[in-house]
Structure formats: structure tokens, C-alpha cells
């Protein structure tokens, strides 16, 4: 059964910078599109960005273009999100996600991100 695990989270000043990482186990991460999600109590969950098996289309949604970056490294089963410029509204748990196709098969538990003012 696939896993993911997220980890990178954390509290930081607007402006600044974090990465977030995230595991797959139980199958192999050249096999999967990845994705990040985020999700805020209230609000519906918001689609911050994805990438293709090969890494060949990178889609990011609207807040975060310019700011965000999504790689992976199929060697370390591992993608991550390099977040710069962060505003107190990128606060938020960070979802990561898998898909054969689509990245909405498999989900991780998430990992939080605090931007203060």
C-alpha cells in the first residue's frame, strides 16, 4: 500500500522560505504524478501544484506561481516544494498526493506552515 509522509513544515516570517518534503513508500515514485494540496479549516482544499511522472509539466495554481517550485527525485522517492516569498496567506496544512494519471489517489496526513506578519 502506498504511503506518503510529509515533513518540512514549520514557522516562518512573511518573506521567507521553506522546503517540504515528502516519502513515498510501498511502490516506487517514478510510477506516480505527485501533487500538493493545502487546506485551511473552513475553506476548501486549494491545489498549489503537481508534476508529471517525467517531470515534464509542472501546473501550479494562481497564489503561488513565481514563488513555488515542485522537483522530484525518483532516485529518493521523494518530491518536494520549495516555497519562497511566503505571505501569511500561504498558512496552511500541506497535503502531498499521488496518482498513477491524476495526483488524487493517495494522500498524505499533511504538515503545517505558519507564516507570521
Known amino acids: 500500500q502506498v504511503q506518503l509522509v510529509e515533513s518540512g513544515g514549520g514557522l516562518v516570517q512573511t518573506g521567507g522560505s521553506l522546503r517540504l518534503s515528502c516519502i513515498l513508500s510501498?511502490?516506487?515514485?517514478?510510477?506516480?504524478?505527485m501533487g500538493w494540496f493545502r487546506q485551511v479549516p473552513g475553506k476548501e482544499r486549494e491545489f498549489v501544484a503537481s508534476?508529471?511522472?517525467?517531470?515534464?509539466?509542472?501546473p501550479y495554481g494562481n497564489s503561488v506561481k513565481g514563488r513555488f517550485t515542485i522537483s522530484r527525485d525518483n532516485a529518493k522517492n521523494t518530491v518536494y516544494l520549495q516555497m519562497n516569498s511566503l505571505e501569511p496567506e500561504d498558512t496552511a496544512v500541506y497535503l502531498c498526493?499521488?496518482?498513477?494519471?491524476?495526483?488524487?489517489?493517495?494522500w498524505g496526513q499533511g504538515t503545517q506552515v505558519t507564516v507570521s506578519s
Open positions: 498526493s499521488a496518482g498513477t494519471t491524476i495526483p488524487n489517489d493517495y
Open positions: 510501498g511502490g516506487s515514485l517514478s510510477n506516480y504524478a
Open positions: 508534476i508529471s511522472r517525467h517531470g515534464d509539466r509542472t
